[in-house]
């Protein structure tokens, strides 16, 4: 169906303030992407899934300026052993990144993926973006497949010994930045991946993950700081027979941020869990949209999402299990919730369950909500001050969402970065 004159003008007027990169062997894939983006179109607050979210800043020509927050506080993860791969305003930064090598796994840089031999992330650039684009179309992946500037492709062949760590730092107030990594998870292999860090004033990030049969990988990333910046991201994920992806985001500023995992289960008796835990003050409006499709026996998936939310702060939640003909024995759990601390605040949910097989057990739920008086009046009782008191029933809120997390040194990280966030908004 072709488009309207408005979104077709709109999408005309973006793309003709941007150049295809030429990086690696990649043409085709992006030539492809852009195809997808003229015929999608880019998104507008008419769109059945942009209703909640106005996309107006993250697809107009120029980035809004964003302030480069000042703090004095430790980096995410600095305590932890990791590979370090460090990118500044979207460009890979040598200096501030470890040496590439860890035994398990090869690391590319997307520049270096070239034609002269064959390379294995050529296959898989834009195609799990591509096949994620149905049946719900994600213009701006697509439009990060045909942009992206820089990235990493990471193939997992063992169990190496620490996580690989992404690192984006925020450094000019106008920097407009498309990341794209892939990754690929062979048979048997296990690893972490960590990501944090603000990244740009306005950042789009694409990553695509495909894992072979009994494969395994475990993300969390962290976005905060510069309260500013406005992201989008889009995570594509195809599980193999026994394999498991579980991923956990932690967002705690950004006065705008859409997060997308669309997640295709394709083997017998694999496992995914997909959660988040997002704070948010003021003029912060965090979306997490998530589709699963279960199309195999015997999978289970799970998503996990709580939002603290006062000032008048927005939080939205879109999530669905598809189960297609045939995936019995599927195992899908959803809840969202929120709670909001006055009512000023907002949570928007569309929860959603398609079902096309008969023996599946599948369950969502969403909920908002204040504090729990009785169980605030107990603390005070207890002589718990009443900041204090409403502090500790707000991690407790949020632990079913940490808990997802299986690194347990992980996720207390996450709990000590949310009660010192929590501190500092006690005024």
Same mark, same amino acid.
């Given at each position: 169906?072709?488009?309207?004159?408005?979104?077709?003008?709109?999408?005309?007027?973006?793309?003709? %303030?941007?150049?295809?990169?030429?990086?690696?062997?990649?043409?085709?894939?992006?030539?492809? %992407?852009?195809?997808?983006?003229?015929?999608? $179109?880019?998104?507008?607050?008419?769109?059945?899934?942009?209703?909640?979210?106005?996309?107006?800043?993250?697809?107009?020509?120029?980035?809004?300026? %964003?302030?480069?927050?000042?703090?004095?506080?430790?980096?995410?993860?600095?305590?932890?052993?990791?590979?370090?791969?460090?990118?500044?305003?979207?460009?890979?930064?040598?200096?501030?990144?470890?040496?590439?090598?860890?035994?398990?796994?090869?690391?590319?840089?997307?520049?270096?993926?070239?034609?002269?031999?064959?390379?294995?992330?050529?296959?898989?650039?834009?195609?799990?973006?591509?096949?994620?684009?149905?049946?719900?179309?994600?213009?701006?992946?697509?439009?990060?497949?045909?942009?992206?500037?820089?990235?990493?492709?990471?193939?997992?062949?063992?169990?190496?010994?620490?996580?690989?760590? +992404?690192?984006?730092?925020?450094?000019?107030?106008?920097?407009?930045?498309?990341?794209?990594?892939?990754?690929?998870?062979?048979?048997?292999?296990?690893?972490?991946?960590?990501?944090?860090?603000?990244?740009?004033?306005?950042?789009?990030?694409?990553?695509?993950?495909?894992?072979?049969?009994?494969?395994?990988?475990?993300?969390?990333?962290?976005?905060?700081?510069?309260?500013?910046?406005?992201?989008?991201?889009?995570?594509?994920?195809?599980?193999?027979?026994?394999?498991?992806?579980?991923?956990?985001?932690?967002?705690?500023?950004?006065?705008?941020?859409?997060?997308?995992?669309?997640?295709?289960?394709?083997?017998?008796?694999?496992?995914?869990?997909?959660?988040?835990?997002?704070?948010?003050?003021?003029?912060?409006?965090?979306?997490?949209?998530?589709?699963?499709?279960?199309?195999?026996?015997?999978?289970?998936?799970?998503?996990?999402?709580?939002?603290?939310?006062?000032?008048?702060?927005?939080?939205?939640?879109?999530?669905?299990?598809?189960?297609?003909?045939?995936?019995?024995?599927?195992?899908?759990?959803?809840?969202?919730?929120?709670?909001?601390?006055?009512?000023?605040?907002?949570?928007?949910?569309?929860?959603?369950?398609?079902?096309?097989?008969?023996?599946?057990?599948?369950?969502?739920?969403?909920?908002?909500?204040?504090?729990?008086?009785?169980?605030?009046?107990?603390?005070?009782?207890?002589?718990?001050?009443?900041?204090?008191?409403?502090? +500790?029933?707000?991690?407790?809120?949020?632990?079913?969402?940490?808990?997802?997390?299986?690194?347990?040194?992980?996720?207390?990280?996450?709990?000590?970065?949310?009660?010192?966030?929590?501190?500092?908004?006690? $005024?």
């Amino acid at each position: 169906m072709a488009l309207d004159d408005r979104k077709h003008s709109a999408t005309e007027e973006r793309l003709a %303030a941007m150049e295809l990169p030429q990086v690696g062997c990649t043409g085709k894939a992006r030539e492809a %992407a852009l195809a997808r983006v003229r015929a999608m $179109g880019l998104p507008q607050r008419r769109d059945e899934y942009w209703k909640y979210t106005r996309p107006d800043t993250l697809v107009q020509a120029g980035a809004p300026r %964003a302030a480069v927050f000042e703090h004095d506080e430790g980096l995410m993860f600095d305590g932890f052993d990791r590979l370090k791969i460090h990118f500044v305003d979207g460009v890979f930064d040598p200096d501030l990144s470890d040496d590439l090598s860890l035994e398990g796994v090869e690391i590319d840089r997307l520049e270096d993926v070239c034609c002269t031999d064959a390379h294995w992330a050529e296959e898989l650039y834009g195609s799990l973006e591509a096949r994620g684009q149905t049946p719900v179309e994600r213009p701006l992946a697509a439009l990060n497949t045909a942009y992206a500037g820089d990235g990493v492709a990471i193939r997992i062949t063992g169990r190496p010994s620490k996580p690989i760590s +992404l690192i984006y730092t925020h450094k000019s107030d106008s920097s407009d930045v498309f990341l794209h990594h892939v990754i690929r998870v062979e048979s048997g292999a296990v690893a972490t991946i960590l990501e944090n860090g603000p990244a740009a004033a306005r950042f789009n990030k694409c990553i695509e993950i495909d894992i072979a049969d009994g494969g395994t990988l475990h993300h969390v990333r962290a976005q905060g700081r510069d309260h500013e910046r406005r992201a989008v991201t889009g995570i594509f994920t195809r599980l193999g027979e026994e394999s498991v992806y579980k991923s956990f985001t932690l967002t705690v500023n950004g006065v705008l941020t859409r997060n997308e995992q669309v997640v295709e289960i394709t083997g017998d008796n694999a496992v995914a869990h997909v959660a988040g835990a997002c704070v948010g003050d003021g003029d912060f409006h965090h979306d997490d949209t998530v589709f699963i499709t279960h199309d195999a026996v015997n999978c289970e998936s799970r998503q996990v999402f709580k939002k603290v939310l006062r000032n008048g702060a927005t939080g939205v939640f879109q999530g669905k299990i598809l189960v297609k003909e045939g995936a019995q024995k599927t195992d899908g759990y959803q809840i969202s919730q929120s709670l909001l601390l006055d009512d000023d605040s907002q949570f928007l949910a569309k929860p959603e369950l398609e079902i096309y097989a008969d023996d599946v057990a599948c369950s969502h739920g969403s909920t908002s909500g204040a504090i729990d008086e009785t169980a605030l009046f107990y603390l005070r009782s207890r002589g718990v001050p009443a900041a204090d008191a409403t502090d +500790l029933l707000t991690l407790a809120f949020l632990a079913e969402a940490v808990e997802e997390i299986e690194d347990e040194a992980l996720a207390d990280d996450i709990v000590s970065r949310l009660e010192g966030w929590l501190a500092r908004r006690r $005024g």
